[in-house]
């Protein structure tokens, strides 16, 4: 009897073993308490995740400097760990390896994508403000080049601190408009020394981080890169770029490359299950006529590369997720969102017990007095479409706190909620007063 391609395990470059093709894919918790450290709500998380059945959860952006978060919530790893830091991290990673699941996790730095709640200067390759209207991020100041090198030395201390506080992996972000994707990026990268100008020099700082994690870590320790398939920006990181990257990536020595794209600028990774995102380079016909919206991008990744592929944003159904595996289009489907909902869903996939898990998306935005889901995005209220990103950090609050997830809210409320609680988090953070380059 022919096993299913959802349940079949993956043996890793490293040797590592994944248990089976559906992870949960990385999302921000927020839920660090007011010194950016792991808590009792990530080990209630966790746990309810896992028990849910998925085998790879990929925790969200933990932080390598505190002075550039991504939002007030975000655990942070910077410089030395005390006792108690490492012991709350380890009851992190053992509530997930209790219930049978790997758990990785996802080193970051916001970049300019830092917001002024958070950061008043934050960083980039080059300083180049965000194109995002209201006054949400401040303008960024470039880097200087031993700041660089600071940068790649954070990843590395993170990364043997994750490895040795339990976790079973790494996942290094370069995607998403976060500060390596910004890197490789010419439209955000405007410099002319090794670290810009050609895709050889804007990967620099992405390659010399890998080389370092692996060297820390070892060559059994998973290690995963999140890499864009294009910024879909004009003059941004394009998919022929991608590609070559991926190769070096394979070169030095990644076990799994998840494959997405966009950035706050132009979010399509959360494109909404079909409600477009408005960006400037035409989205593919190919692309939309998929569910997962990725996936042509990743099939000619595969072509250059033996790389293990993920892919993570539009997955909602077994047959699409089957499909994907059968014709290794990818190796590893990531889900997200749905398990705000129903931590359990990728279980239930695997099982057949689900054809396919719900648009959350489309039925918040079907409620009475919200906009038809085929309205353009431009016609359609940007308090709605935030507000459907806050009902899915809401309900990681609620498993977080124990309880059960939320199926119906008011999206303008809910959003004005979400914006009150980070606000006050970002009023309460006591942030340690580091000056200067790496203190490790």
Not at 71 to 93: C, F
Not at 170 to 180: D, S
Not at 386 to 398: E, H, K, P, S
Request: contains cysteine.
């Amino acid at each position: 009897m022919l096993t299913d391609p959802l349940k079949q395990s993956l043996v890793l470059p490293c040797g590592a073993k994944l248990k089976h093709r559906i992870a949960k894919a990385a999302m921000t918790e927020g839920i660090a308490d007011t010194l950016n450290r792991a808590n009792d709500r990530h080990v209630r998380l966790y746990r309810r995740w896992a028990e849910g059945g998925t085998r790879l959860l990929i925790t969200g952006n933990v932080m390598v400097d505190w002075r550039y978060l991504e939002r007030p919530g975000n655990v942070v790893i910077d410089g030395p760990q005390s006792d108690e830091q490492l012991a709350r991290l380890r009851a992190w990673s053992s509530a997930a390896r209790e219930a049978g699941a790997d758990v990785w996790m996802q080193l970051s730095h916001a970049g300019r994508q830092s917001p002024k709640i958070v950061s008043r200067e934050p960083v980039a390759p080059s300083a180049v403000p965000m194109g995002i209207p209201g006054d949400i991020f401040a303008a960024p100041r470039a880097l200087h080049a031993e700041e660089i090198e600071d940068v790649i030395t954070r990843f590395i201390h993170a990364a043997k601190v994750a490895k040795q506080t339990g976790f079973t992996g790494v996942q290094i972000h370069a995607a998403h408009g976060y500060l390596l994707s910004e890197f490789l990026s010419p439209r955000v990268n405007q410099r002319t020394d090794e670290w810009g100008g050609s895709l050889q020099n804007r990967a620099r700082l992405l390659m010399r981080t890998i080389e370092g994690v692996r060297a820390a870590v070892g060559g059994s320790f998973p290690v995963s890169v999140k890499l864009n398939s294009s910024d879909f920006q004009k003059g941004g990181f394009a998919p022929d770029e991608a590609i070559r990257v991926a190769a070096w990536l394979e070169q030095a020595g990644v076990d799994l490359l998840e494959i997405s794209g966009g950035s706050y600028e132009q979010p399509v990774m959360a494109d909404m299950d079909g409600i477009e995102a408005r960006y400037e380079e035409t989205k593919r016909q190919s692309t939309r006529d998929r569910e997962a919206y990725f996936l042509s991008y990743a099939q000619e990744i595969r072509a250059a590369t033996t790389l293990p592929l993920m892919v993570t944003g539009g997955f909602r159904s077994r047959r699409a997720m089957v499909d994907a595996i059968d014709t290794r289009a990818c190796d590893v489907c990531g889900m997200a969102r749905p398990l705000c909902v129903d931590p359990g869903a990728p279980a239930k996939l695997m099982n057949g017990d689900l054809d396919s898990v719900p648009s959350w998306e489309k039925r918040l935005l079907l409620e009475p007095g919200s906009p038809d889901p085929d309205t353009p995005i431009e016609h359609i209220n940007a308090i709605n479409l935030l507000g459907v990103a806050a009902f899915f950090y809401q309900n990681i609050f609620r498993l977080a706190d124990g309880k059960e997830p939320a199926e119906k809210v008011d999206l303008s409320s809910t959003y004005l909620k979400h914006q009150s609680d980070e606000a006050r988090l970002a009023r309460s953070l006591q942030r340690p007063r580091i000056q200067g380059l790496s203190h490790f």
